[in-house]
C-alpha cells in the first residue's frame, strides 16, 4: 500500500493509521483487521459497476473500545498520541483530504488553521463521564 499509509505504532500499541489524500489503489484494499469493532476499506470503482442490493445480518456484538476514523475536510491540525500511562510518545500533522483512524492509546487534537472534520466512530455515545477520560 505504500507511503501513502503511516501506521502508527508505538510502545507495541497500535495507536492507527493515516490514509494521506493522495492514496490510490488499483484495487479495494481492506486496512484494517477483520477483529477491529470499525472496519475501514479503501474501494475504487468504474463506470457501470454495480453492487447488488443487500441487507446487513443482523448479529449481537460485544465491543469494549471506542475506534474513530477523522477526515479532514478543511485546515491542519497536530495529532499527538499518549501511552496508556498518559506520556506524550509521538506526534503527526494532518491536512486537508487525510484520514485518520485512531485505534489505541490516548489522543489530543491541536488545529493549526480553521478546520472543519468529520468523525466517524462506534457508538452508542455514553456521555462525557463515561466514555472518555481526560487528562
Not at 72 to 77: M, P, Q, S
Not at 109 to 126: H, M, Q
Request: include cysteine.
Amino acid at each position: 500500500m505504500g507511503m501513502d499509509i503511516e501506521t502508527i505504532i508505538k510502545e507495541n500499541i497500535n495507536f492507527g493509521f493515516i490514509l494521506r489524500k493522495n492514496f490510490c489503489s488499483e484495487e479495494t484494499a481492506f486496512i484494517t483487521n477483520k477483529n477491529l469493532s470499525l472496519q475501514f476499506a479503501y474501494m475504487k470503482f468504474d463506470k457501470g459497476d454495480h453492487i447488488k442490493p443487500h441487507i446487513h445480518n443482523q448479529f449481537k456484538r460485544e465491543i469494549s473500545s471506542t475506534n474513530e476514523v477523522l477526515v479532514i475536510k478543511k485546515g491542519a491540525l497536530i495529532v499527538s498520541f499518549f501511552n496508556f500511562e498518559k506520556v506524550k510518545i509521538h506526534t503527526v500533522h494532518l491536512y486537508e483530504g487525510d484520514i485518520i483512524f485512531l485505534q489505541e492509546g490516548g489522543h489530543s487534537f491541536d488545529f493549526t488553521l480553521e478546520s472543519e472534520i468529520y468523525e466517524i466512530k462506534n457508538g452508542p455515545y455514553l456521555g462525557q463521564k463515561i466514555d472518555k477520560l481526560k487528562f
